[in-house]
C-alpha cells in the first residue's frame, strides 16, 4: 500500500473539514433562489475560483491523462481549443449574459420564455438524461484513481466510490448552491497545491527529454500533430470548436455558476477569467499521462497508467496532500454536477407534469430526493457499464446528446428573430439522435452491417449532432414561420442596454 499513516491523517481530516462547511452552508439558505443559485449574490473571484473547481476533477485527470499515454503531445490541441470556447464566452458574453438578464435557474426554463412550456419539458428531458450519463461514469473513474495511487486492490474500488458518494450528496443535498460555492473555493486552493506537487514530483523523476523521445519512439508525427493522429483528425478539430463554446456556454453545471453571479458582466467575467488557466488544467495531467507511458511503456492498462505513475512518484506525506487534492477536485464536479441535474429534474421535468404549482419547500425537497437518486444511479452505472470509446469521447459525446440541440434552440432564440417551436422541437430532436445512435450501436458493433459503421465513429456523430441540431432550427423554423409565429422574449430584453442591437 502506498498510502501510510500520515496521509490518512491528511485525507481524513480534510474531508471531515470540508463536509462540515459544506453543511454550516445549509444556514445561509434563506429561500429557493438561494438554494439553487445562491442568491444571485456571487462576485468575479468567488465565481471564477468556483467555476474553475467544477470544471476539473478526478475524471478530469482521468480522461485527459488517458489521452496523453495514448496520443503523446497531439491532445494539447485540447488546451487551445477550450482556451477559445471560454474567450468567446468571456469576451462577448455569447449566450450567458442573455440568458442571466433573464434570470433563468435552468437552461430549459428559456425555453418557455422563448417556445412554449413543451419544448421546455423535452429539453429538460434530453438535458438531464445527457448531463446524467454523462456524469454517470464519474464514481467509477475516482474509484480507479483513487485504488491505484494509495495502492489498494481491486475489492475496494467499490468501497472508496461508496465512501465518496455519500460524502459529496450529504452537503450538496442539504446545502445546495451556498455549499457548492463555500466548499468550491476551498477545494480551489487544496487542487491548484496537489497539482503543483505531483507535477514537480512527476518531473523530477520522468525529464522531458525522456518524455519526448519516448512520444517520438512510440508513435512518430502522430504523437505531435493532432491532425494526422487516428484519434482525432479535422473531424474531430471542427466538433471540439464548436463544442467548445456550446458545453461551456451551455453546461448546466458549468453556467449555473454565471447565473448565480450577481450581474450579467459579472457572470460574463467569471468565464473569462477562469479561460485564462484552463490550458494549465487541461495540459497538466495529459503531462502526467504522456510521463507515464515514458515510465511503464505502452502496454499497461491506459486508464490506470496516470493514477499509477502519481502513486509511485510522490513520496509519503506528500501523497495525501495530492490526493486530497485530486479529491477536492471530484467533490467540487460532483456538487455541482449533482445540484446541476437534480434542479432540472424538478423545475423543468416533474413540476410541469403538475396540476398545480410547487412550494418553494417542496421544489428544494424534491431536488434533494433527485439527487439521492442520481448518486444510486452513479454507483450502478459506474460499476458495470464499460466504455465504447476513450473517456474523454464517451463524456463529449454524452455532453453533445443535450448541448447541440441546446446551442441551436439557445442561440436562434436569443439572436435569431424567426426562431420558432417547429425549429425548436427539430432541433432538439435532430441533436440528440446522432449521439444516441451511438452510444447504442456501438455496444453491438460486431453485428453493425459495414454501411452503417460511420454511426460508431465518435468523432463523426459528435460532429454530426451539431449539424443537425443546426439544420433542423433553421429549416424547421423557415417552414413553418405562417402557422406557427415566433414568440419573443420580454420587450426589455431587446432594448438597447441589454444588447439587443445584436438581435436579427
Not at 8 to 28: C, E, K, M, S
Not at 66 to 86: A, D, E, H
Not at 150 to 168: C, D, P, R, S, T
Amino acid at each position: 500500500m502506498n498510502f501510510h499513516l500520515i496521509d490518512w491523517v491528511i485525507l481524513v481530516v480534510y474531508l471531515a473539514g470540508t463536509v462540515y462547511i459544506g453543511l454550516r452552508a445549509r444556514r445561509y439558505v434563506e429561500n429557493m433562489e438561494g438554494y439553487y443559485v445562491a442568491g444571485r449574490k456571487v462576485k468575479v473571484a468567488l465565481g471564477s475560483a468556483t467555476l474553475i473547481a467544477t470544471e476539473i476533477g478526478v475524471v478530469t485527470f482521468m480522461y485527459f491523462g488517458q489521452l496523453g499515454y495514448l496520443t503523446g503531445f497531439s491532445c494539447f490541441i485540447l488546451g487551445l481549443i477550450g482556451v477559445f470556447g471560454y474567450m468567446v464566452i468571456g469576451k462577448t458574453g455569447f449566450i450567458v449574459s442573455g440568458l442571466r438578464r433573464l434570470k433563468v435557474i435552468t437552461i430549459p426554463e428559456f425555453y418557455e420564455l422563448r417556445y412554449d412550456k413543451s419544448v421546455r419539458w423535452l429539453g429538460g428531458v434530453l438535458l438531464f438524461v445527457g448531463g446524467v450519463l454523462n456524469m454517470g461514469v464519474f464514481l467509477r473513474f475516482d474509484g480507479i484513481f483513487l485504488t491505484e495511487t494509495m495502492g489498494l486492490g481491486e475489492k475496494e474500488k467499490a468501497v472508496v466510490m461508496v465512501i465518496m458518494l455519500i460524502i459529496v450528496v450529504s452537503y450538496t443535498i442539504l446545502g445546495g448552491m451556498f455549499s457548492v460555492v463555500i466548499t468550491d473555493f476551498i477545494q480551489f486552493v487544496v487542487l491548484s497545491f496537489g497539482m503543483l506537487i505531483a507535477t514537480i514530483f512527476v518531473l523530477s523523476k520522468v525529464s522531458m527529454a525522456s518524455i519526448a523521445h519516448t512520444v517520438v519512439t512510440q508513435y512518430g508525427k502522430d504523437g505531435v500533430d493532432p491532425i494526422t493522429n487516428p484519434q482525432f483528425g479535422w473531424v474531430f478539430i471542427f466538433w471540439m470548436l464548436v463544442g467548445s463554446i456550446a458545453l461551456s456556454a451551455l453546461n448546466q453545471p458549468a453556467v449555473s455558476k454565471s447565473f448565480a453571479s450577481e450581474s450579467p458582466e459579472v457572470g460574463r467575467k467569471v468565464f473569462l477569467f477562469s479561460g485564462f488557466t484552463l490550458a494549465g488544467r487541461y495540459m497538466i495531467p495529459m503531462l502526467w499521462g504522456v510521463a507515464a507511458l515514458a515510465m511503464f511503456g505502452p502496454k499497461i492498462n491506459s486508464l490506470v497508467a496516470m493514477p499509477r505513475l502519481l502513486g509511485t512518484l510522490v513520496p509519503s506525506g506528500l501523497l495525501g496532500l495530492m490526493v486530497a487534492g485530486m479529491l477536492a477536485a471530484s467533490m467540487s464536479t460532483y456538487s455541482a454536477y449533482l445540484l446541476a441535474w437534480s434542479t432540472v429534474a424538478t423545475r423543468d421535468i416533474i413540476a410541469p407534469l403538475l396540476k398545480s404549482p410547487m412550494s418553494d419547500k417542496a421544489n428544494v425537497a424534491m431536488t434533494r430526493i433527485v439527487a439521492g437518486a442520481i448518486g444510486i444511479f452513479m454507483l450502478v452505472f459506474g460499476l458495470f457499464y464499460q466504455l465504447p470509446s476513450t473517456a474523454f469521447q464517451y463524456l463529449s459525446l454524452t455532453g453533445a446528446m443535450y448541448a447541440a440541440g441546446a446551442f441551436a434552440c439557445v442561440t436562434a432564440g436569443l439572436y435569431w428573430k424567426k426562431a420558432n417551436i417547429v425549429g425548436a422541437y427539430s432541433g432538439l430532436a435532430l441533436g440528440a439522435v446522432a449521439p444516441a445512435a451511438f452510444l447504442v450501436l456501438s455496444q453491438f458493433q460486431d453485428t453493425l452491417p459495414k454501411g452503417l459503421h460511420f454511426l460508431i465513429n465518435v468523432n463523426v456523430s459528435g460532429f454530426l449532432s451539431f449539424v443537425l441540431a443546426a439544420a433542423g432550427m433553421v429549416i424547421g423554423s423557415l417552414l413553418t414561420q405562417n402557422t406557427r409565429p415566433p414568440v419573443q422574449l420580454p420587450k426589455s430584453y431587446y432594448d438597447d442596454e441589454a444588447g439587443g442591437k445584436s438581435y436579427v
